[in-house]
C-alpha cells in the first residue's frame, strides 16, 4: 500500500520542491499537492480505496457512526470513503457561515454520533484540531482521525493531547525514501525532505 501510494503521488507529479506556505501557516521547502488527485480518476480511485482499506485496518467500521471532512483538499476523499461505507458525509468550515443556516458543520450530525475526522495529511495538526473542536461543540464524538501522510511536524502529538489517535499510511520520512528507492527523487532532495521533518 505504501509503495503504491509512493508510485501514484510520483507519475501524478504530486510532490514539489521550492518555497510554499502551508496552511498553518509553516514555510516548507516541499509540497504534497493531493488536491489534483480528483483531476486523475485512476489515481482518485486507488487513492480511495487505500483510505478504505487503512480505515478498516486501524479504526474498523463499527467504530464510527459518521465520516466528517476537513476542507478542502480532505472533501473529495473523505465523500466518496463514506458513500463506499455507507455511513453519512458532514464537513467542518474553518469558519461559522454568516448567511443562510449560519452553520459552522454542513450534514447531520447529532449528540452522542461517533465521528472519523478524514483528511489528505497534517502537519501543524491546526486544521484538524478546528474541525475536533467544531463537531465536539456540538455533541460528536471525536476518537480517531485518517490522513495519508502525517508530515512528522508535531501534529500527530498535538492530535494526541485533544484524545484523538491519528492514523496514516505514510510518514513524509519514509515517503521520501521511498521515492528515493525508485529513483523519483534526488539525494539533494530527499535531504531538503528529511531536514524539515528533523526541524520539527
Known amino acids: 500500500m505504501k509503495a503504491e501510494l509512493c508510485r501514484i503521488l510520483h507519475k501524478i507529479g504530486a510532490l514539489k520542491f521550492g518555497t510554499f506556505k502551508l496552511a498553518g501557516g509553516k514555510i516548507s521547502p516541499y509540497y504534497i499537492d493531493l488536491r489534483m488527485v480528483p483531476s486523475f480518476p485512476d489515481a482518485f480511485g486507488k487513492i480511495c480505496e487505500l483510505y478504505t482499506a487503512l480505515i478498516k485496518m486501524t479504526v474498523g467500521i463499527r467504530n464510527f457512526d459518521r465520516i466528517a471532512a476537513v476542507p478542502t483538499a480532505g472533501m473529495a476523499f473523505a465523500a466518496v470513503v463514506a458513500y463506499g461505507f455507507k455511513k453519512p ?66 501534529g500527530k502529538e498535538k492530535l494526541a493531547s485533544h484524545n484523538v489517535a491519528l492514523h496514516y499510511l505514510l510518514d513524509a520520512s519514509e515517503a521520501a525514501g521511498k521515492l528515493y528507492e525508485i529513483e523519483a527523487i534526488t539525494e539533494e532532495q530527499l535531504e531538503t525532505i528529511m531536514k524539515q521533518v528533523r526541524k520539527e
Open 89 to 154: 458525509f458532514l464537513y467542518t468550515r474553518p469558519k461559522t457561515k454568516t448567511h443562510g443556516r449560519e452553520r459552522r458543520i454542513e450534514g447531520i450530525l447529532m449528540p452522542g454520533n461517533r465521528v472519523l475526522i478524514v483528511d489528505d495529511l497534517i502537519t501543524t495538526g491546526k486544521s484538524l484540531i478546528q474541525a475536533l473542536t467544531a463537531i465536539r461543540a456540538e455533541g460528536g464524538v471525536v476518537n480517531d482521525a485518517v490522513v495519508l501522510v502525517n508530515r512528522e511536524e508535531g
